[in-house]
């Protein structure tokens, strides 16, 4: 009687916890779909934004573009012209870049949208006084893990101007190359008569030859500055909060591995200068990539100076210190099988 009315309870426990379960389906309204616009623009390139439209919070798919949007783009109050579609959401101008010092809008319609638009100023440049190199080998010991890496590390001077606030990116772009190998092996088929019987076999000729071709690519950068308040895709961004009017040399690196290259390499170190609207953005779009997959993290609303839209209008302008290193593509001990 004892292990029946144990099992009677069991059963009806699991029961019980069964029909706790409940399934709730919670309907999210769709709110209003607004123009997005996003563009950097600056002193170095003609000028062109990409124009798309906001997504409901669920939806996984793939940007929409505004392709039959009209783009206007103004110089202070004087309009300058309207911006050609190029393609894949993106309008570009037909070849006019501005100016430093330059305030530059942009107005986009749609039908059926409400029209946005944005504005932002083409800072001064600040520029590069020096920069110091050296490679430096960085071991990493955790538990029974351990690994060796070579950094390339730059030590970069600039002059902060006094009583300006100023806001900076810094990154790297380099043109190098890569060997690619040719396998030249031809065959021949030869004979040798003995004892009345032809007898065939194949005797090869091999010799190696290799191709060189040239890339360019904008490796990541790293950073253990103080001055530093986000290290994102495009760079390491910081501001003259605590540099105000002082020259100061910023450290950051990347891996030696990344300035590699068949023969010389040109480094080319952009010290960019970048509008408050900018600056503003892309640290709060690091901060919110940084968080959103964290339950527990406080939302970060990426910020936004577009008018009745969504996206960011930012201007730049830029400072170029180029070197020449050369990084061999393979160490002195690269060794390889040769197959017979």
Same mark, same amino acid.
């Given at each position: ?93 037909? +070849?006019?870049?501005?100016?430093? #010092?330059? *305030?530059? %809008? @942009? ?9 946005? =638009? /944005? ?119 910081? +501001?003259?909060?605590?540099?105000? #009017?002082? *020259?100061? %040399? @910023? ?9 590699? =290259? /068949? ?78």
């Amino acid at each position: 009687m004892t292990r029946v009315a144990v099992m009677l309870v069991g059963g009806v426990l699991l029961l019980l916890a069964a029909s706790c379960e409940s399934v709730l389906f919670i309907e999210l309204e769709e709110s209003d779909k607004l123009i997005v616009v996003n563009g950097a623009v600056g002193n170095d390139s003609i000028v062109t934004v990409q124009v798309s439209r906001t997504r409901h919070i669920l939806d996984n798919a793939d940007l929409v573009p505004l392709k039959s949007a009209t783009v206007t783009l103004f110089r202070g109050s004087e309009m300058i012209e309207q911006l050609d579609y190029a393609g894949n959401g993106y309008f570009r101008a037909t +070849s006019f870049k501005p100016a430093v #010092g330059e *305030e530059l %809008s @942009i107005e986009v319609e749609q039908p059926g949208y409400p029209s946005v =638009s /944005a504005r932002c100023e083409i800072p001064q440049t600040v520029g590069v006084v020096s920069v110091d190199t050296s490679t430096v080998i960085e071991e990493y010991n955790e538990y029974s893990y351990r690994s060796v890496e070579e950094l390339f590390q730059m030590d970069v001077t600039i002059n902060d101007p006094p009583g300006v606030e100023n806001y900076y990116l810094l990154n790297l772009q380099v043109d190098k190359s890569y060997t690619s190998w040719r396998d030249t092996t031809v065959n021949y088929v030869d004979s040798l008569y003995h004892n009345g019987e032809w007898h065939y076999f194949i005797s090869d000729t091999t010799y190696t030859v290799t191709d060189t071709f040239r890339y360019i690519e904008d490796p990541g950068l790293g950073s253990p500055d103080l001055v530093v308040e986000a290290v994102t895709d495009n760079g390491i961004l910081f +501001s003259d909060q605590l540099i105000d #009017g002082k *020259e100061y %040399s @910023i450290r950051a690196y990347t891996f030696l591995r990344s300035i590699r =290259s /068949a023969d010389s390499a040109v480094v080319d170190i952009r010290l960019h200068s970048i509008s408050e609207s900018y600056y503003k953005y892309m640290k709060s779009r690091q901060k919110h990539y940084e968080t959103k997959d964290a339950p527990f993290a406080v939302p970060v609303i990426v910020y936004t100076n577009v008018e009745g839209g969504a996206g960011v209008l930012g201007g730049y302008s830029s400072d170029l210190y180029t070197i020449t290193t050369f990084v061999p593509e393979f160490d002195d001990d690269y060794w390889y099988y040769e197959y017979k």
